[in-house]
């Protein structure tokens, strides 16, 4: 009966040390902000968007009125798994606000050459300028 006994408690703490493993063991992460400007000034309502269609994740932040964003992914998580992303913007501006016209040309040009970035554990600073001469 004491071999039985401690049978059942070396599965036990078996069963312990390979469930606690099993939740120390996260993926790596990193947490994405930054600021959008055009020409040198903020930009208010440009949506950012990082996307890894290898593993199906994507996340996204929106532009203040001083253009800071920070990437939100799932239920409010603010980190993302490293790896490569795809940047690409949206607007989120009404159609009637008067710098909206000039940024959805600006936004379009950007969109048009494919932009990846790396994401690495901790902090990412992502700044996006958007140069309407230069495009």
Request: hydrophobic share 35%; glycine share 12%.
């Amino acid at each position: 009966m004491y071999q039985q006994f401690n049978k059942v408690r070396v599965l036990n703490l078996l069963g312990l040390l390979l469930t606690t493993s099993l939740f120390g063991c996260s993926a790596a992460t990193g947490t994405i902000e930054g600021t959008v400007t055009a020409d040198g000034k903020p930009v208010k309502g440009v949506e950012v968007i990082f996307r890894d269609s290898t593993i199906s994740v994507e996340g996204s932040g929106i532009s203040n009125s001083q253009g800071q964003y920070r990437v939100f992914y799932g239920r409010g998580n603010r980190d993302l798994p490293t790896g490569e992303y795809q940047l690409t913007l949206g607007i989120m501006l009404p159609e009637d606000e008067g710098a909206g016209i000039k940024l959805r040309k600006d936004v379009k040009k950007f969109n048009d050459v494919p932009t990846s970035k790396a994401i690495a554990s901790g902090s990412n600073v992502v700044d996006i300028e958007l140069d309407s001469q230069a495009m």
